[in-house]
């Protein structure tokens, strides 16, 4: 074991921290909920729902005690609605549309209410979803992720022999191995696979596609390949001493805590992260629930130009992290033994006077004689991820634009190769979970039109991508 994964805590201190930070509501609490709802006629939230839950419904049917009901409306529209429920940003989606439109003060929990209402039905694997009767046509998933589930789950219902390709041990992607453990475990994202299986989807897991199995051999077995690959690894900061010990990836991070395998868990009392997005706010916020005296979040750019949504911002400020804004890391210093991290050399940086070239926003530049030292044991990258450009070179008529992005039909999800498909955040560049969910609807609907010349339109089906 690695010196940099010693608990600071005791394992029962490590396991209050990671309890969830949304409970799940009570039945009094959901009804009492519930009944707040006007069902609002063209509702708000249902059109800020990229997948277009119909909201009221399911909530009503939660205020009238028809639970199954309620979990048929949100998983016919969205097949991760357990997931969505715990890690969608409903403060800029249907709980901020609720305030936005009404006259309420305070939004209708849609969330907790979804989560009520789907959880209800998964513990007790009451299937809401029924598979089609088998048409004779196969399709192959690349990815297991949001995506790829959705997309699969479309497929089976109208009666398609559909195999899933996973490269991991365990299927559902990010939503098993990248999402914070104290906004939802793995149970829930398996609950999701079980669900999904359960309609005749075949699951190849630890199974790569262009190592175990080539695409050819997928493109010979199946009528039609739907890519849902995600992304890369997380991008190189590119400075030196970024090969030491303790230097790790966010998504890497958050993985092994995902494990609960609290004994492989980097720790560190100084812990620095690199990037201010979602993933970043992820990694410093549990950092802190492992025990980390001080967390340090360093982004090169102001905090009005973070990626990472409010919220998610006011959480990391609740958990004590600190910000070094207009600050970039120039090199990662060794400790005494020469193999390990034990400081951070950063730089100041300023914004330039202008948008250079029409630029977005304002270029940074570093501030001349501003160098300056901080102790860490631990440092963790999330400055994004790389697309994966070499691995679609070997997909014949896929072309990709010019930030590695896959080029597909908005409507369809079709690429350029009429038998492959593609969603997820290998065609967006990096969205919510429920985005991906959403263009894997579309694609289940453009590979039946592809395959049978029959147009289908399932629930919330109208394009939002």
Known sequence: MSSDTTPLLSQQEIEHNFREIAPPLSQAEAILEANRCVYCYDAPCTRACPTHIDVPSFIKKIASGNLTGSARVIFEANPIGATCARVCPVEVLCEGACVEKTLMAKP????????YATDAVLSKQRDVLQAGAPNGKSVGIVGSGPAGLSCATYLARLGYAVTIYERKSLAGGLDTYGMAEYKMSQAVSQDEVAQVARLGVVFKTNTEVGRGVSFAELQQTHDAIFIAV???????????????????DALAFIERIKSRDWASVPMGRNVAIIGAGNTAIDAVTQARR???ERVLMIYRRTAQE??????????AKKDAVEFLWLTAPVEILADETGTRVGALRCVRMELEPNNVGGAARRGVRPVPGSEFVVPVDIVIKATGQQKLRAWFEQLPGVEL???????TDRETMRTANPKIFAGGDCVNGGREAVDAAQMGKLAAQGIHESLTGERVEFVGARSSV
């Open 306 to 315: 973070m990626p990472a949504y409010h919220y998610e911002y006011e959480l």
């Open 290 to 292: 492992l025990g980390a």
């Open 230 to 248: 995600g992304l890369g690894a997380t991008s190189r900061l590119n400075i030196p001493g970024e090969d030491l010990a303790g230097v790790y």
């Open 108 to 115: 209708i929990e849609i969330g907790r209410l979804q989560r």
């Open 401 to 407: 634009d010019e930030g590695g992005r896959v080029i």
